[in-house]
C-alpha cells in the first residue's frame, strides 16, 4: 500500500450514513481504523472512531462486522 492508501469493509446505509474499518497506511506505518459518518455535518470519508497501529504490516489482517439486533461489533 502507498502511502495515504486505505482498503477495507464498508457497511453503508446510504452516502451519507456508514461504518468503514480498514487498513491505512499513515505517517506511523500500518494501522486497523474504524470511521463513522452519522450525518453531512460529518467529514465525507466519516470520522475517526478508533485506531490500532499494526507492529507487521507483512502478516494477513482479517476485519469483519457482527450485527446482533442494534449493536455493532468490528473485529
Known amino acids: ?36 459518518r452519522a450525518g453531512k455535518a460529518d467529514a465525507p470519508a466519516g470520522d475517526l472512531l478508533a485506531s490500532i497501529d499494526l507492529p507487521d504490516s507483512e502478516r494477513p489482517v482479517s476485519l469483519r462486522f457482527r450485527m446482533v439486533r442494534l449493536r455493532l461489533d468490528v473485529f
Open 1 to 36: 500500500m502507498a502511502a495515504g492508501e486505505q482498503m477495507g469493509l464498508a457497511l453503508r446505509q446510504n452516502e451519507i450514513h456508514f461504518y468503514a474499518v480498514g487498513l491505512v497506511n499513515g505517517e506511523r506505518g500500518t494501522a486497523v481504523a474504524l470511521y463513522r
